[in-house]
């Protein structure tokens, strides 16, 4: 395994208990309002919130990350 690899494995984690830390504190429901996409604000319990917005995130980095590398030699045909 490689260091790199490792390194964004630890952060993960790291960013993931923060999420779940912040969830597990504060469990009162809240008004979420983000007037781009929604018209009128959401109101849901902490936990679930913190969570969407942390899935969000996630599935953003992973988007960004995915795909777009050169393609290796084994696509190539050897004469």
Excluded at 26 to 44: C, G, H, R, Y
Aim: no cysteine.
């Amino acid at each position: 395994m490689s260091l790199k690899i490792l390194f964004r494995t630890i952060v993960f984690l790291l960013l993931l208990f923060v999420v779940i830390y912040t969830a597990m504190v504060n469990t009162d429901e809240i008004k979420f309002s983000f007037p781009l996409l929604l018209a009128k604000p959401v109101q849901a319990p902490a936990p679930i919130i913190f969570f969407a917005i942390f899935a969000v995130g996630v599935l953003a980095g992973t988007v960004l990350n995915a795909g777009g590398g050169k393609k290796g030699s084994g696509s190539e045909k050897k004469k």
